[in-house]
C-alpha cells in the first residue's frame, strides 16, 4: 500500500511527531511505502525510512496559495499511486478533502487535540469524511461538539515502542555513569517533565509546588526536558524563588528512554492533552507518573493503582503526591510496575500500527464499492 502522510505544522519534536515518526516506521517495517508531504523541512528522524519526503509551504500569507498548495499535493497523490491520504492537524485535513474531491483517493484525519480554537466545529463533519481520535474522550468530544456521527471516528490510542522503553535495557552502571554526564549525583532523586515549554505543558506548575517539596525531600531535583517559547518565564520564576540549584533545563534531548530511567517520577501537569504520548514512554519505563485528570489521561491511569492524578493548576495536590511517592519505595515501586504492566497491555505501537493499517484497508475498500457502485 502506498501511504501519504501530510503534516502541515512544522516539524519539532512533540507528541504528534513522534506519533507519526513511530507510525510511519511500523508502517515501513511491515511492507508499505510511506510518502510525507511536510512543512518547509523534512523529518529528519524519517530521513532513508519515508519514501520521499515532499517539502510544502503550508503557511503561506496569501490565501491563493492554498490552492496552488493543493494541486501540488494531487500531483503528489497521482504521481506515486498513492492509495490512501493521512491528514494531521485541521490544515491538512481541509487539503485532502480537496485533493480526495480531485483524485477520488480516500483520506482521514487524525485528532492529537482538543481543537479548542478550532472555528466551525460543525463545518469539519462535512468536510472530513473519516477521523482517528487518539483518545476515547476526544471521540465524545467530536461526535458531541462537532457533529461527526460515530461511524465515522475511530479511537486508536497512541502507543509508543516497548523495545525502546524498556527498563531491562538499562544497567545501573550505565545509569550511574549517565547521572555523572549530567553532573546529578547518586542520591539525587529526580522529578522529570519532558514536554515543549508551553504554558499549557504546566511547567508552571511544578515550578510552584517545588519549595514544598523540598521541605520533605531537600535532595530533589526538577529536569525541564525540551524547549519552546515558554522557557524564559519559567527560568526568571525559579530565580524568584531562589530554586535555580534544584532545576535543570535539559533543552531538546534524544535520549528519552534514558533520561525516564535514571527518574523517580516523571509528572505531566498540562492543561491540555489527548493522550500524551510521554505518559506512556514512562509507564513503560516502569516509572510513576502523576498527570493532570484531562483528556485521555484517565483512560492510562487508575489512580493510585498504576499512576496518579490531579486536577488542572492543584499544586498542592501534585506537591503532596511526589512527596509521598519519593518517601515511599514500596509505593514506587508497585505503581510503576502496574504502570509498565497497563502499557504493555494497552498502549503497544505494534497495535496502534495495525489498527491504523485496518482502517486504511476499509476505507480504501469502501472507496473503491463507491465507485463502483456510481
Avoid at 127 to 137: A, G, L, M, P, R
Avoid at 272 to 299: D, T, W
Amino acid at each position: 500500500m502506498n501511504i501519504l502522510i501530510v503534516f502541515s505544522q512544522p516539524w519539532a519534536v512533540g507528541g504528534a511527531e513522534t506519533h507519526v515518526t513511530d507510525l510511519v516506521k511500523g508502517m515501513v517495517k511491515n511492507g508499505h511505502t510511506v510518502y510525507m508531504a511536510v512543512h518547509n523541512n523534512p523529518s529528519p528522524q524519517l530521513q532513508g525510512i519515508a519514501k520521499q519526503q515532499f517539502v510544502c509551504n503550508f503557511r503561506s500569507a496569501n490565501p491563493l496559495a492554498y490552492f496552488t498548495l493543493a494541486r501540488q499535493i494531487a500531483g503528489i497523490v497521482k504521481q506515486n499511486g498513492i492509495d490512501i491520504i493521512h491528514a494531521h492537524q485541521r490544515t491538512s485535513g481541509y487539503l485532502a478533502a480537496y485533493v480526495k474531491y480531485v483524485t477520488k483517493v480516500p483520506f482521514v484525519v487524525t485528532i492529537h487535540d482538543p481543537w479548542n480554537r478550532a472555528y466551525g466545529k460543525k463545518l469539519h463533519a462535512k468536510i472530513y469524511d473519516h477521523i482517528i481520535t487518539v483518545s476515547d474522550f476526544l471521540r465524545d468530544r467530536f461526535i458531541t461538539e462537532f457533529g461527526f456521527s460515530p461511524q465515522k471516528v475511530h479511537t486508536i490510542h497512541n502507543g509508543a515502542d516497548q523495545e525502546r522503553y524498556n527498563p531491562a535495557n538499562y544497567s545501573p552502571l550505565g545509569l550511574a555513569n549517565f547521572r555523572k554526564k549530567l553532573k546529578i549525583s547518586p542520591e539525587t532523586k529526580i522529578i522529570s517533565l519532558i514536554a515543549r515549554l508551553y504554558k499549557s505543558k504546566g511547567q508552571q506548575y511544578l515550578i510552584e509546588a517545588a519549595p514544598a517539596i523540598l521541605e520533605h525531600v531537600p535532595q530533589a531535583r526538577f529536569l525541564l526536558v525540551g524547549d519552546g517559547p515558554h522557557e524564559p518565564l519559567l527560568r526568571q520564576r525559579i530565580h524568584a524563588l531562589g530554586l535555580a540549584d534544584h532545576f535543570i533545563f535539559s533543552g531538546y534531548r534524544q535520549d528519552i528512554p534514558e533520561l525516564i530511567a535514571i527518574s523517580d517520577i516523571v509528572v505531566r501537569p498540562s492543561e491540555m492533552e489527548g493522550l500524551p504520548i510521554n505518559v506512556i514512554e514512562a509507564m513503560l519505563m516502569a516509572k510513576p507518573v502523576i498527570a493532570s485528570r484531562i483528556a485521555g489521561v484517565p483512560e492510562m491511569i487508575e489512580h493510585e493503582v498504576n499512576g496518579l492524578m490531579i486536577s488542572v493548576g492543584d499544586v498542592d495536590a501534585l506537591a503532596k503526591h511526589i512527596v509521598s511517592v519519593l518517601t515511599d519505595d514500596g509505593k514506587r515501586r508497585a505503581i510503576g510496575e502496574a504502570a509498565r504492566s497497563t502499557a504493555l497491555a494497552k498502549f503497544s505501537m505494534e497495535s496502534c500500527v495495525a489498527k491504523t493499517v485496518a482502517l486504511y484497508y476499509n476505507l480504501i475498500s469502501h472507496a473503491k464499492q463507491s465507485a463502483w457502485l456510481k
